[in-house]
């Protein structure tokens, strides 16, 4: 790294040249409006280093090791990623919540699996979209839909009655490994690692709950807004929002977007899956529409990977680095 001095020399220097007429700089030839720009860049980054917001790599010592051979490693964690979904609710998703349904056809095509189900529960003949599970204690049954999912956005919509949920109501996602039933009540859909289930009675999420990798959804806001309205009751429609280009799986209702609730789902074939226990419940599922894979521009995977850098906690710290608010905006 320059000096004090050649810093500060390189700046004066710089000046001169930054101080020219912008008319003087469109008549100069491409060659020297190219050295004009990059003596620019090169001025904000000494700039930069000399303020106070650049906090040089040694000083963060509870994040990053420096090995003897000059090797970063990280210590402490494995950042995870942060989705726009994390930020606010996916555009996609409300603009496949505000089209009108798809086709009766496409509909079925994508509803609950006859052969893909516990024999505890069957699909309706005169209703495909809904499957019928018969009553019968100290059991939980499962079913998956037809079409799994490992590309592309997809929402689904889950209508599932407030009486009829009893101890375990779950929705979610899982793979053709999951099994379909257990001999007793339980969250089926994310009892282990080839599933992800909301239980939306008890406001839970898990993934592989038998090692109690389990945690509260939606967050403490929402929950406190409907304690407030004396509802802590997840409304009868709910939306599924699956993102497997991101990596993603979010909920959320007519009226509230609730958050990213699973992540890291990149490389797997996931089916909408549901798990009851209720005697006589009746779930029905509509898939409301997709967008195609899209390639990330090289813009959005420079944004995903500074998201990545500060992490869900301290995306605030964003608006403090000295770029452009345009800048800041895009990163938000």
């Known amino acids: ?93 409300k603009v496949i919540k505000d089209s009108e349904l798809p086709p009766q056809s496409v509909m079925e095509e994508y509803a609950w699996n006859p052969n893909d189900r516990s024999l505890n529960i069957y699909v309706r003949e005169d209703d495909p979209l809904t499957f019928h599970r018969r009553s019968r204690i100290k059991r939980t049954d499962g079913i998956r839909g037809k079409i799994g999912f490992c590309s592309g956005f997809h929402v689904w919509e889950i209508n599932w009655p407030t009486d009829q949920r009893g101890t375990n109501a779950v929705i979610g996602v899982a793979t053709s490994e999951e099994v379909l039933h257990a001999d007793t009540y339980m969250s089926l859909v994310g009892s282990s690692n080839e599933s992800y289930g909301w239980d939306i009675v008890n406001l839970m999420c898990s993934t592989n709950h038998n090692n109690n990798d389990t945690w509260e959804y939606p967050d403490t806001e929402w929950k406190d807004y409907r304690d407030e309205t004396n509802s802590n009751t997840v409304p009868e429609t709910i939306y599924c929002i699956l993102d497997m280009d991101e990596g993603y799986m ?54 995903k990977s500074i998201r990545k850098h500060f992490g869900k906690e301290n995306m605030h710290k964003i608006l ?13």
């Open 250 to 303: 979010a909920f959320a209702t007519k009226d509230d977007y609730l958050g990213v609730a699973f992540r890291n789902l990149k490389g797997k074939t996931l089916y909408p899956m549901v798990s009851a226990v209720w005697g006589h419940c009746e779930v029905t599922m509509k898939y409301r529409g997709s967008f195609p894979p899209e390639t990330p521009s090289l813009l959005f995977a420079c944004k």
């Open 320 to 332: 403090c680095l000295d770029i452009p608010m345009n800048m800041i905006d895009y990163l938000l």
């Open 1 to 93: 790294m320059e000096s004090e001095s050649s810093m500060n020399g390189s700046i004066q220097n710089i000046d001169v040249i930054l101080n020219d007429d912008v008319q003087q700089e469109n008549r100069q030839s491409p060659r020297n409006s190219f050295l004009i720009r990059n003596e620019r860049m090169r001025h904000n980054v000494l700039e930069f280093i000399r303020s106070h917001y650049y906090i040089p790599l040694f000083s963060i010592g509870n994040v990053f090791e420096v090995t003897r051979k000059m090797e970063i490693k990280k210590i402490n964690y494995d950042p995870v990623d942060v989705y726009d979904a994390d930020v606010c609710c996916p555009y996609k998703f």
